[in-house]
């Protein structure tokens, strides 16, 4: 009488939904923690797939219980391999050692802190929540793939400007011809019978039946339903092809843990953007104080050089790069992070100089943001703003996380008309 | 005959396939009817994956359950303990319905598979369909319909009131989960078709009902103080079911979150007798397993490599460390509860004086019939005072430790001697008692004609005080869930107020 089921090809994830339950509660403790995930991670883990553990505090369900410290408790336990009755036995210091005594029956289940296992899909809804991105750009961020609509046939059921004349005509004229067909043989059929009856009641009846076929062959709807064929349209991941990013920072000894933070984030949301784009993107690190040097991440990152500030050497090392390594196959995209401290006019001049005429023309997109509390503009910002122009090259600045998303708004502003 | 040659040769063969378990079910089904006159529920045996596991861990082995938070809570708990190999997953869970639901995980060996059929869809379908608890408790029929129908209720409410406050009383409702069982009434059964009729029934009076003029009256003016008499004590008697009493008498609870706290009520009552027959009942699934696959050996459909990884698993499943060992963890129930049945066994078979002494009812009689009767009428304490016998204390090496707050050292109170084989089964019996895990709690007071405040009184046993911190907690659960302030004291032997905690 017994049921045999196997369940295995069912669906595993029944405890979906009581999960997003339970992150949600931790929602805060989670967001409290993608700073420090993020100032651990190099900018590539962020893409990379995986998870992230994010340590979360066991989340308390009170009920009433005994302490475990107090009254006269009396434990059974197996195993007797010493002692006789009224032998004496010195307490465990801490007092916790008899705490288990109640062995499986207890149902209380110790925990403490514990680690929630975030996939990368949930980690970056995290991380954008923080920087409040516009849902149409988390969607668009969200998708690995982009996608272009192309046609494959045709299709029943669509939408009406889908329409495809051509082709229902043709299924309108083949259903017409089979119906037309089935008609002229039932009345070749009736007018035989016809033909060959004689009594006069039957011939009436038929001759009804025979004028209701007739009318019949001779109403067959134009078009129907059924004939209407509409153009169908798939999606096809469009053809993905490099990027290189260049991340310019400046080094000098006024960029402090702050600001170095806002930078990685910044840098690493143009990372994550231009991975959704392109199915293979390179990182270029270049920092500087007074002179530029090429580097790790690591060492982009972490170290730290005192003295002041030249910028022009970085951008020339930039556009020696690009020429050695990066054909015009390749996407470049440049950011820059610097707290706008330059040694001189002339060398913003210069930088300006640069932008216009040696960078922008070979690159796809250069963001500047200027991490600082806006007190005063700095001479950097004076001379980029008279280029800047939110279309390949904006200027932005920047203090708290959730400034740096309008940096990207000129991008994006860009990627709809193309698409469009 | 040729059958039994073909069922050896597919039970002796370490991978199954369906046809293995659908023979393996009739002949252990065969031998459990037959040989020890078991009487189930039909068998739903489901094949399910780890992950599907830890699905059903975190429901409990319900298939269907209310969502909440804490559910998810316990599988990212169960599953970080899993992938970091801290804990492992059961070969089976079973859970008690009609037709009985079991999970079998598909990476069992076939003789894992046996044993696990035997174990789960003989033994514990068994005691699910006899054991005076389960059958005057829960409903097999009915749970997983009510179940969908709690499901159904609670995301109606959550569209309805918003998720937050559905949370809010689900989180109060559950902090009094162990104050939701009817210890002494035998609850109605509850079925999800009935429930929902009820519930139409309840909208309509209140519609029926309903009528404008009554907004109309005036508001009466200050009513004269009324005398507080012991008269007009309420409740009369004391209620230990708070769950009940917040359900029946809360004075400002909307509808909706009475319905919410009945069904977190129902489910506590539905999982009451799996905490007060741990060792029963897997003593007595151990028992029947060990006896079905023993069968199984003597009537030839297993050979003997086969019986020698029986024998692995189930002396695995019997291990028990010593209370110095580093892997004790309490008395372990299957053990327990197997020696106790075991022993049953022997002392109607092969008594010893000692026996005639302390079971003179059992002597001589049929052990079948005396398994068959301790398992439908006992729960773990009383099966414990009653039939825990000198020899398995012997054999299980058991003793007692007192461990008082005053004193600076523990005593041992007992051990397997002559003197204290009393002390020890009484000791173990009250370890099983309730009362010595889920504190006495009682709703002793409302104050009716002012504050319309709840008095609590927690009675005092053994010394044991309770958790200021959780009770606290606690007691602001109950606080949302009233509606007024809540006041708790604890009172020891004397009746003296030890301690008080109040939420305003």
């Known amino acids: 009488m017994s049921h045999i089921i196997d369940r295995r090809k069912n669906d595993k994830g029944k405890s979906t939904g009581n999960r997003q339950k339970f992150l949600k509660r931790v929602e805060n403790q989670i967001k409290k923690a993608i700073p420090d995930i993020i100032s651990q991670e190099s900018i590539k883990d962020s893409k990379s797939g995986g998870s992230v553990k994010v340590p979360v505090r066991g989340l308390d369900e009170p009920h009433f219980r005994h302490d475990p410290n107090t009254g006269k408790k009396q434990i059974v336990k197996p195993g007797n391999d010493r002692f006789s009755e009224g032998d ?11 705490g288990r005594g109640k062995g499986s029956n207890d149902p209380t289940v110790t925990e403490d802190e514990f680690t929630v296992v975030l996939s990368r899909e949930e980690f970056l809804k995290y991380f954008f929540d923080d920087l409040e991105l516009p849902n ?15 046609r494959a046939g045709y299709t029943r059921d669509s939408v009406p400007s889908r329409l495809n004349i051509k082709t229902s005509f043709q299924q309108s004229l083949g259903r017409q011809l089979a119906l037309k067909g089935v008609f002229d043989k039932k009345l070749q059929k009736l007018e035989e019978q016809l033909a060959g009856t004689r009594k ?5 009846a038929l001759a009804l039946e025979l004028e209701k076929v007739r009318r019949q062959a001779s109403t067959i709807p134009f078009f129907e339903d059924i004939d209407l064929r509409y153009n169908n349209f798939e999606r096809v991941p469009v053809p993905v092809t490099s990027a290189v990013m260049f991340c310019i920072m400046d080094v000098s000894a006024s960029m402090g843990q702050h600001e170095k933070d806002i930078a990685k984030r ?3 949301l143009l990372y994550i953007f231009l991975t959704r784009q392109y199915k293979n993107v390179e990182l270029v690190f270049i920092r500087h104080h007074t002179e530029a040097k090429e580097v790790s991440e690591e060492e982009f990152f972490n170290s730290r050089e005192s003295g002041g500030t030249v910028v022009a050497p970085s951008l020339k090392l930039m556009d020696q790069i690009m020429r050695e390594r990066y054909d015009e196959s390749w996407n470049v995209y440049c950011c820059q992070a610097s707290d706008g401290d330059v040694w001189s006019k002339q060398d913003a001049l210069e930088c300006k100089n ?32 008279r280029i800047s122009n939110d279309e390949d090259f904006s200027i932005r600045h920047v203090y708290e996380p959730y400034e740096i998303w309008p940096v990207f708004q000129g991008l994006f502003r860009k990627r709809s008309e193309v698409t469009a | 005959m040729t059958d039994k040659e073909k069922y050896r040769a597919m039970f002796c063969n370490p991978n199954w396939d369906y046809e293995t378990l659908e023979a393996a079910d009739e002949v252990i089904s065969r031998i459990g009817q037959e040989y020890l006159k078991l009487k189930t529920y039909p068998n739903q045996i489901e094949i399910v994956t780890s992950e599907q596991m830890l699905d059903a861990y975190a429901l409990t082995g319900l298939p269907t359950s209310y969502p909440h938070w804490k559910f998810g809570k316990d599988f990212v708990l169960n599953q970080n303990n899993y992938t970091k190999g801290r804990m492992g997953l059961s070969y089976e869970l079973v859970i008690n319905s009609n037709p009985c639901i079991s999970y079998n995980m598909e990476n069992n060996s076939t003789c894992m598979m046996l044993l696990v059929i035997a174990h789960a869809c003989q033994g514990h379908n068994a005691f699910f369909a006899n054991n005076y608890m389960f059958l005057d408790w829960t409903s097999a029929e009915s749970i997983v319909d009510y179940m969908a129908f709690a499901r159904e209720y609670i995301l109606k409410c959550e569209e309805e009131y918003g998720e937050e406050e559905v949370e809010l009383v689900l989180d109060a409702a559950h902090a009094l989960m162990h104050h939701g069982v009817d210890k002494y009434r035998k609850p109605s059964k509850v079925s999800a078709k009935e429930e929902n009729e009820r519930l139409k029934k309840l909208t309509h009076i209140k519609r029926e009902n309903y009528n404008e003029l009554w907004r109309t009256l005036p508001t ?6 009324v005398n507080t008499g012991e008269e007009h004590r309420f409740p009369k008697e004391p209620e230990e079911n708070i769950l009940y009493f917040i359900e029946k008498y809360a004075p400002a609870l909307p509808q909706w979150k009475r319905e919410i706290i009945r069904i977190v009520r129902k489910v506590s009552q539905y999982f009451y007798p799996q905490g007060a027959t741990k060792v029963m009942n897997e003593g007595f699934a151990t028992f029947t397993h060990y006896h079905i696959i023993n069968k199984m050996f003597e009537e030839g459909y297993v050979n003997d490599g086969f019986m020698l990884e029986f024998l692995k698993s189930h002396s695995g499943v019997l291990y028990q460390p010593e209370y110095n060992s580093k892997f004790y963890s309490g008395l372990n129930p299957y053990t327990l509860g197997f020696n106790i049945f075991m022993d049953i066994k022997r002392i109607c078979q092969e008594p010893t004086a000692e026996d005639r002494a302390w079971f003179p009812d059992l002597i001589g009689k049929n052990w079948l019939e005396q398994v068959h009767y301790v398992m439908e009428n006992f729960r773990d304490d009383s099966f414990i005072l009653q039939y825990l016998s000198p020899k398995v204390i012997r054999d299980m090496k058991l003793f007692t430790i007192v461990d008082d707050e005053q004193e600076e050292e523990y005593e041992i109170g007992a051990i397997h001697n002559e003197r204290g084989y009393r002390k020890v089964r009484e000791q173990l019996s009250q370890q099983y008692d309730r009362a010595s895990f889920v504190p006495n709690i009682q709703v002793t007071k409302v104050d009716l004609h002012k504050t319309s405040k709840l008095y609590l009184t927690h009675y005092i046993q053994k010394d044991r005080r309770l958790d200021a911190s959780s009770a606290k907690d606690t007691l602001e659960h109950i606080r949302y869930l009233w509606g007024f302030p809540v006041e708790l004291h604890s009172k020891n032997k004397l009746g003296i107020n030890e301690c008080t905690f109040e939420m305003k």
């Open chain 1, 88 to 98: 004496r036995v010195p307490k465990p210091k801490g007092g916790e050692g008899s």
């Open chain 1, 136 to 150: 149409m750009v988390k969607k668009l961020m969200d998708s690995t793939e982009s996608f272009k609509m192309k």
């Open chain 1, 200 to 204: 006069k009641a039957d011939k009436e």
């Open chain 1, 266 to 268: 910044f840098f690493t």
């Open chain 1, 354 to 385: 640069l932008v216009l005429e040696t960078i922008l023309p070979n690159i796809q997109y250069m963001a500047y943001i200027e991490i600082n509390d806006k007190s005063r503009e700095s001479d950097l910002w004076k001379a980029y703003n």
């Open chain 2, 220 to 225: 009466a003016p200050n009513m004269p103080e």
